[in-house]
């Protein structure tokens, strides 16, 4: 039988099957809430993720690579005896005092039944990748109030896990042989190998 044993070396690509999405998500927590105009249902504001990625369907006509995304996390709380509507009219400002609002049409009403806590909800915007959304206002007829939102720097990618070059080694076998991992046995084999060359080479000695 012929066996032929060879030693590969070569570097293996870093893992790459996580999303962009999972390393560059910022999130901020607020932790502030406020009640709906003349309403027993406080919307509490929870937390901000500024990431490279999209959740929902918002668009935008700017190139996705000139843009960053802004959501909002949100939960609407009901502190009467009936059922309310909650509901939110957002703007985000950065710190040029530049605007964004959310898509016309964007629905963000919720019934919520007394004493209950909604679902947990988002809304989401697009926003230049060199800008940072410094202050909330939320509308509410002709009032209006404002949140701060601690500064974020861009997402910055979380290193991903790398793998230094490894030593593989790999059996060719003739047919019929069986399969299976001959890993864990190279070193017999190779000693077994070594070992028949020097049988056969002493035969050679010994037959002349």
């Not at 059922?83 to 985000?92: A, H, K």
């Not at 299976?180 to 190279?186: A, H, I």
Request: hydrophobic letters at 35%.
């Amino acid at each position: 039988m012929v066996i032929s044993i060879s030693i590969i070396l070569f570097g293996m690509m870093p893992i790459a099957f996580s999303h962009d999405e999972d390393t560059t998500t910022a999130t901020i927590p607020l932790d502030e809430s406020f009640y709906c105009m003349r309403s027993d249902v406080e919307v509490h504001l929870l937390y901000m993720e500024v990431g490279n990625h999209q959740k929902g369907n918002t668009y935008t006509t700017t190139p996705l690579d000139r843009v960053k995304w802004v959501r909002l996390f949100y939960r609407y709380e009901n502190h009467g005896d009936h059922d309310e509507q909650g509901y939110i009219q957002p703007e985000f400002y950065d710190e040029w005092g530049n605007k964004y609002t959310l898509n016309e049409g964007t629905y963000t009403g919720e019934s919520v039944k007394p004493g209950a806590m909604s679902s947990l909800k988002f809304v989401e915007i697009p926003i230049p990748k060199d800008s940072n959304i410094v202050k909330m206002r939320f509308v509410q007829g002709f009032n209006y109030i404002d949140f701060d939102v601690p500064m974020v720097v861009s997402p910055t990618p979380t290193p991903e896990p790398t793998i230094t070059p490894t030593a593989i080694v790999s059996a060719t076998k003739t047919a019929g042989s069986t399969g299976g991992s001959c890993l864990p046995l190279l070193p017999f084999a190779i000693l077994g190998t070594l070992g028949l060359a020097g049988l056969a080479f002493r035969k050679g000695i010994a037959k002349k």
